[in-house]
């Protein structure tokens, strides 16, 4: 597996392709067997994955339990990164209702999670979403205490905005950002991914697969459980998903021409566009995780870089509910 950096200043470098944990838990349906799950975590190490990205609020807790404990014999050789930011009971779990970065809340949150991943350091550690409430710099000095004390490696921010960036960049040099960037979210190109090549900072692109769209696997024939964040998500409705189904086939041509699958080309797509993106996609199979691992290996020629852009299409339907965009402040 290549490995890459994540900023400029004391870089962390990381598999080229990660692995997003969320999925572990269960947030795509039925949720799996932890035993299962922590095999899976450590098959990836066996392929070269060393970059792991769970969060407190998936759960809440369990998750980070699941990669600490998995991760705990190999944990000098690989890079955990974890999420601050909702107002989340730091000792009980419990859901308390929208954001809440204040500096107390993040000291806090950062003990339960070495606890629970099972470290005396977290290698990222990311506000997850931008609370309107804490002024940035508070955010980011408290991240910067957290770093001289050893507890954290880098600081990193979550679905931020430039202003947001440029802010704790100020205080605290950000590592890197992740934001959804795939094919069908192309949102970031037109004023982040400039600021992050400016300042020198990585990006982390979650959903990388569209949550699974990409893969070639989902069409109007598709039905989610009711447990399943999709079948919330209006992208992934009626006429909006038939209408996004163009790049799924333009990514299909390529695949089958490169002896790739669709999920290959599209992670190749992304590690194409600059050096500093670090795709996470997720997966609770072996063979996806194996299958996703191989997209470091597939490389994208000039012609079919330009005729994926050639088929650029406009996305039907918001990337997520209407109450969750509402909490995605920049």
Same mark, same amino acid.
């Given at each position: 597996?290549?490995?890459?950096?994540?900023?400029?200043?004391?870089?962390?470098?990381?598999?080229?392709?990660?692995?997003?944990?969320?999925?572990?838990?269960?947030?795509?349906?039925?949720?799996?067997?932890?035993?299962?799950?922590?095999?899976?975590?450590? *098959?990836?190490?066996?392929?070269?994955?060393?970059?792991?990205?769970?969060?407190?609020?998936?759960?809440?807790?369990?998750?980070?339990?699941?990669?600490?404990?998995?991760l705990e014999p190999v944990r000098d050789a690989v890079a955990i990164?974890?999420?601050?930011?909702?107002?989340?009971?730091?000792?009980?779990?419990?859901?308390?209702?929208?954001?809440?970065?204040?500096?107390?809340?993040?000291?806090?949150?950062?003990?339960?999670?070495?606890?629970?991943?099972?470290?005396?350091?977290?290698?990222?550690?990311?506000?997850?979403?931008?609370?309107?409430?804490?002024?940035?710099?508070?955010?980011?000095?408290?991240?910067?205490?957290?770093?001289?004390?050893?507890?954290?490696?880098?600081?990193?921010?979550?679905?931020?905005?430039?202003?947001?960036?440029?802010?704790?960049?100020?205080?605290?040099?950000?590592?890197?950002?992740?934001?959804?960037?795939?094919?069908?979210?192309?949102?970031?190109?037109?004023?982040?991914?400039?600021?992050?090549?400016?300042?020198?900072?990585?990006?982390?692109?979650?959903?990388?697969?569209?949550?699974?769209?990409?893969?070639?696997?989902?069409?109007?024939?598709?039905?989610?459980? *009711?447990?399943?964040?999709?079948?919330?998500?209006?992208?992934?409705?009626?006429?909006?998903?038939?209408?996004?189904?163009?790049?799924?086939?333009?990514?299909?041509?390529?695949?089958?021409?490169?002896?790739?699958?669709? *999920?290959?080309?599209?992670?190749?797509?992304?590690?194409?566009?600059?050096?500093?993106?670090?795709?996470?996609?997720?997966?609770?199979?072996?063979?996806?995780?194996?299958?996703?691992?191989?997209?470091?290996?597939?490389e994208l020629t000039g012609v079919e870089l330009r005729e994926i852009? *050639?088929?650029?299409?406009?996305?039907?339907?918001?990337?997520?509910?209407?109450?969750?965009?509402?909490l995605s402040g920049r």
């Open positions: 597996m290549q490995q890459r950096k994540l900023g400029r200043n004391n870089p962390l470098e990381v598999s080229a392709i990660g692995f997003g944990c969320m999925s572990v838990s269960g947030a795509y349906g039925e949720t799996p067997e932890r035993s299962e799950m922590i095999r899976l975590i450590r *098959a990836a190490v066996e392929r070269g994955v060393t970059f792991f990205d769970t969060a407190e609020v998936y759960g809440p807790f369990e998750n980070e339990e699941i990669v600490g404990e998995a990164a974890t999420k601050f930011g909702w107002n989340i009971h730091p000792e009980t779990g419990a859901r308390l209702g929208g954001l809440n970065s204040r500096p107390e809340q993040i000291r806090a949150a950062t003990e339960g999670m070495l606890r629970r991943l099972r470290t005396d350091r977290i290698d990222l550690l990311y506000q997850h979403r931008v609370d309107p409430d804490v002024p940035m710099e508070d955010v980011a000095g408290t991240v910067q205490d957290l770093i001289r004390q050893g507890k954290v490696k880098h600081f990193g921010l979550s679905e931020a905005g430039v202003q947001s960036i440029r802010r704790a960049h100020a205080v605290q040099p950000v590592t890197a950002l992740q934001s959804e960037y795939s094919l069908w979210t192309r949102e970031p190109e037109a004023d982040v991914i400039p600021t992050l090549e400016d300042l020198g900072i990585g990006l982390v692109p979650y959903s990388p697969l569209g949550k699974g769209f990409l893969t070639g696997k989902i069409d109007q024939t598709t039905r989610f459980e *009711a447990t399943d964040l999709r079948a919330r998500i209006p992208r992934f409705q009626g006429d909006a998903l038939k209408g996004n189904r163009v790049i799924v086939e333009t990514v299909q041509r390529i695949a089958d021409r490169k002896r790739a699958t669709p *999920a290959q080309v599209a992670l190749a797509w992304l590690l194409a566009q600059k050096p500093w993106i670090v795709p996470i996609p997720g997966t609770t199979k072996l063979a996806r995780m194996e299958e996703n691992v191989g997209a470091a290996a597939v852009e *050639a088929s650029k299409f406009t996305v039907q339907g918001a990337r997520y509910p209407e109450e969750m965009l509402r």
